[in-house]
């Protein structure tokens, strides 16, 4: 009586972990998008922060951390901190930085680091208007990251929930 309780619980608890597995794979695919939305808004707000206030980069990206929060505000805030130490560090490589040390708290894929990171090659090195077109080109590509974030959490979503049940309920058949 003992051992079958026991194989319950075993079989209760793979399929409990497998699900819960299969709803953190469905989870990442709604913060990717929503960290996305995120950093769209922030270049919204660096845009209105260069061209109407011309506000100084750190401090911008300083104000911008502050309203976004989160990890997409910490790459802001973080780079703001790199820009404002005193380093001999460029704003590309503060920016740059500021997403190497944020990576692991996102759910950013490779191909969005590097939309962010295009951000970084004009910034503090040419004027007001090359800045912004620099903003504006960034802006564009992340639209198409999220139009595909979008597909990908409509298309995967559903399925990486079922796959970790149905997982789980398989690895149980198969133990027994």
């Known amino acids: 009586m003992f051992d079958t309780a026991a194989q319950v619980a075993g079989a209760a608890c793979v399929v409990v972990a497998a699900s819960l597995w299969g709803e953190m794979k469905a989870r990442g695919l709604i913060y990717r998008l929503r960290q996305l939305q995120q950093f769209h808004q922030g270049l919204r707000l660096l845009d209105t922060e260069i061209s109407y206030t011309a506000t100084p980069l750190p401090y911008a990206f300083s104000r911008i951390g502050d309203r976004i929060g989160g990890p997409v505000g910490g790459i802001f ?52 208007e090359g800045q912004l077109q620099q903003i504006q080109m960034v802006s564009g590509e992340l639209e198409y990251a999220l139009e595909e974030a979008r597909r990908e959490r409509s298309k995967h979503e559903r399925m990486w929930r079922y796959l970790g049940v149905l997982g789980g309920v398989a690895l149980v058949i198969f133990l027994i």
């Not at 780079?79 to 930085?97: C, P």
């Not at 996102?106 to 962010?116: G, N, P």
């Open 77 to 128: 805030l973080q780079a703001s901190r790199y820009m404002q130490e005193g380093s001999d560090k460029s704003a590309r490589e503060a920016w740059v930085g500021a997403i190497d040390d944020n990576q692991n708290a996102t759910y950013f894929t490779r191909e969005d680091r590097k939309v962010m990171e295009a951000l970084g090659v004009s910034l503090g090195l040419t004027d007001r």
